[in-house]
């Protein structure tokens, strides 16, 4: 099955530093790749996702690339900001039935 | 409002005592699954369901049954629950098959057993 390993677990930036948290994934017949944010003591929500046939997508100061060949796709945050601070968490598709997540980033900006 | 609830929220209960977490959505979302989340563990997958009376495993089903008898509820059962299913716990459904598109999670159940 689909394996999702995600670095680094803990980052810290200072505010309006860039942020970028990597993934890879083992499953060559994985075709979408959200990423989840989840604030302290809510629920996950999604900000962002690409499909497999799209290689970069921006939302804003959100970014995620996707390089298909290497199996990696990776979150970019630009000009983060103290409530950008959060758990991150990348997941992909397996075989139409579930996502699989990876283990999450947390992230802290700093004032 | 459109959202995914889930009752309790909290629960503390002891070793073997059965108990039913609900989750209900009103999005009319054929796709529902459950999740459990540890520290450093990040979500992972108990069971899932693509339509009524459909449900299957996910990477830790182990101590955990499902149904889905209607569309909205996805009900999550512990039979004989154990410390080691202390856990926070989410439901979530999405519009699209197999995890393939936005998931909406509910608020959370974060469940202790003594």
């Known amino acids: 099955g689909e394996n999702v390993e995600q670095h680094p677990s803990t980052l810290s930036v200072q505010e309006g530093d860039s942020a970028v948290i990597k993934c890879t994934y083992s499953?060559?017949?994985?075709?979408?790749f959200p990423w989840y944010k989840q604030e302290l003591g809510k629920r996950p929500q999604l900000i962002i996702d690409?499909?497999?046939?799209?290689g970069e997508k921006k939302d804003q100061r959100i970014a995620v690339t996707l390089n298909k060949t290497a199996k990696h796709f990776s979150l970019h945050i630009t000009e983060t900001q103290p409530e950008d601070s959060a758990v991150y968490f990348c997941?992909?598709?397996?075989?139409?039935?579930?996502?699989?997540f990876g283990k999450g980033t947390t992230l802290s900006v700093s004032s | 409002e459109a959202q995914v609830t889930q009752n309790p929220r909290y629960l503390i209960t002891v070793t073997g005592k059965k108990l039913t977490v609900t989750c209900s959505q009103n999005?009319?979302?054929?796709?529902m699954s459950w999740y459990r989340q540890d520290p450093g563990l990040g979500l992972r997958q108990i069971y899932y369901?693509?339509?009524?009376?459909?449900?299957d495993k996910g990477d830790v089903p182990e101590g955990y049954k499902v149904s889905r008898k209607e569309k909205r509820n996805f009900p999550l059962i512990l039979e004989s629950p154990s410390p080691n299913q202390t856990s926070l716990y989410f439901c979530?459904?999405?519009?699209?098959?197999?995890?393939?598109?936005?998931?909406?999670f509910g608020p959370g159940t974060r469940l202790t057993v003594l």
């Open positions: 979530a459904s999405s519009m699209t098959q197999g995890g393939a598109g936005t998931q909406y």
């Open positions: 499953d060559s017949a994985s075709n979408y």
């Open positions: 690409i499909r497999s046939n799209v």
């Open positions: 997941a992909a598709n397996q075989a139409g039935t579930a996502l699989i």
């Open positions: 999005m009319n979302h054929e796709y």
């Open positions: 369901s693509m339509n009524v009376e459909v449900t």
